[in-house]
């Protein structure tokens, strides 16, 4: 831990196309951010579960609340930021609503606001990252009450197709809102996010739509004025053949039909030319997906951000019962880089 901390956390963004792993690598940097002695937030904004399973702690809730500590000195907490929420909030502090936001809300105001208005929703929901991350406050044990509550924020965020616009509010509120508090509050979180304390982490798998759907997130956020921090290649397979192997299965030569029956013979299995045939059918399918994860990788390497590699889990993530998160998710944790969790300047 640095002593005289910044007055704002360091904010990472995690994005990454669908199913690739946004939640397991959040979860998997907040974790190691956390043993590593820090104060983390780990904020979700997709209304969707699965940290609690993966790292064995309470369900993320519309309020910020611890979920673990550890000896370390580290503090996790969770929130799952609402957008029906946060515009009640914001309408009760910037008009003085007080309760009447609370009738708003029930005759249906909000539903109108967040759904027809998507820039406005993610100024809400970029507007509560932004405040957590720069809260200041006293901490245990004294020290200068302009001290940052979190030393990070980790977002688990919107996939790679929705993430430029998510984070530039501002660009997206502009034709709404050309003056008044949501443009004014629109124009600070982009700046904020902006800042080199914010970093964008895209995961991908060594696939060709997630490939491509990666780089061109780290082009487009970018061009927009974000840090894109990393790529990360998640769910890596060691390799299970040889290169020699992969050569021979390329070649498909009859030697090869003959050598594999050959060694089976040895090995005392029955064979017969279909099993023979079904075998080698899987080989040449298995060299395609290595072939086809290099050319991925390949592709990846031509991108001007780290590219750090994540390993396949195969036994799972999720943490046994009354555990900060299990084996599998320690071993995800083991695995990053310091690239990764010391990217946000
Ligand atoms: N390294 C890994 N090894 C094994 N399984 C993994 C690994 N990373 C992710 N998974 C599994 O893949 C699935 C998708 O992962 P995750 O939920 O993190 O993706 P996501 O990008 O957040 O998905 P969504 O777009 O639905 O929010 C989960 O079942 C998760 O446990
Ligand atoms: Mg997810």
Do not use: W
Not at 27 to 52: D, N, P, S
Not at 201 to 227: D, K, Q, Y
């Amino acid at each position: 831990m640095t002593s005289g901390r910044d007055s704002r956390a360091r904010l990472h963004v995690v994005t990454g196309k669908g199913g690739t792993g946004k939640t397991t690598v959040s979860g998997a940097l907040a974790l190691a951010l956390t043993m590593a002695g820090q104060r983390v937030l780990l904020v979700e904004v997709e209304g969707r579960q699965g940290i609690a399973a993966l790292l064995g702690t309470a369900e993320l809730g519309a309020q910020e609340q611890v979920l673990a500590t550890t000896d370390t000195g580290g503090r996790l907490s969770g929130l799952a930021v609402d957008a029906r929420a946060s515009l009640v909030e914001y309408l009760a502090t910037n008009y003085r609503l007080g309760r009447t936001a609370g009738v708003l809300d029930r005759i249906g105001a909000v539903e109108f606001a967040t759904s027809i208005a998507p820039g406005v929703r993610d100024v809400l929901l970029t507007g509560k990252v932004y405040e957590a991350a720069r809260r200041t406050g006293r901490h245990a044990g004294s020290g200068p009450s302009t001290e940052s509550v979190y030393d990070a924020v980790v977002l688990d965020a919107p996939p790679t197709g929705r993430i430029t616009p998510f984070l530039a509010v501002n660009r997206e509120v502009g034709h709404l809102a050309t003056r008044g508090p949501i443009r004014g509050q629109a124009e600070t979180i982009t700046h904020f996010l902006q800042d080199r304390r914010t970093v964008v982490h895209v995961v991908t798998l060594l696939e060709e739509m997630p490939v491509r759907e990666a780089i061109e997130a780290v082009a487009e956020l970018t061009a927009a004025g974000f840090h894109v921090g990393s790529v990360v290649v998640n769910r890596e397979r060691d390799p299970i053949v040889t290169p020699g192997h992969l050569r021979r299965v390329r070649a498909g030569t009859d030697a090869l039909v003959a050598s594999v029956a050959a060694d089976l013979d040895a090995a005392g299995v029955a064979t017969s030319s279909e099993l023979v045939t079904a075998l080698l059918a899987e080989a040449v399918d298995h060299t395609a997906r290595v072939d086809l994860e290099s050319e991925q990788a390949a592709l990846l390497e031509e991108v001007d951000v780290p590219v750090v590699h994540l390993p396949e889990i195969p036994e799972g993530l999720d943490a046994p019962d009354g555990e900060l998160g299990g084996a599998g998710l320690r071993r995800l944790v083991e695995s990053l880089p310091t690239e990764v969790t010391e990217a946000a300047g």
